[in-house]
């Protein structure tokens, strides 16, 4: 999966604990088999100075959601013919 096809994660409304936002991402990731880069991307967490940057970082693995963006369908437009 190329980084520009990042996992869905619903973290948006989620207890914004950083701890528990990094244990959801890395779930998504290693659920998605991106082992490597959940691993890595644990380790740019915790060395990060501050909770923004800690989301940045987040952000680049997963692609931030809500829960409902989770369930809907795709567009129309996005429709497979």
Do not use: W
Not at 34 to 42: C, T
Not at 47 to 75: F, H, K, T
Request: charged share 25%; glycine share 8%; proline share 4%.
């Amino acid at each position: 999966m190329a980084m520009n096809e990042k996992p869905k994660c619903p973290l948006i409304g989620a207890d914004g604990n950083i701890f528990n936002l990094l244990g959801m991402a890395s779930r998504t990731l290693r659920e998605n088999g991106m082992r490597e880069q959940a691993k890595e991307m644990q380790s740019r967490v915790t060395a990060s100075g501050s909770y923004s940057e800690a989301l940045n970082i987040l952000g680049e693995y997963v692609e931030i959601c809500s829960a409902e963006e989770m369930n809907e369908e795709p567009d129309e437009g996005m429709s497979m013919i």
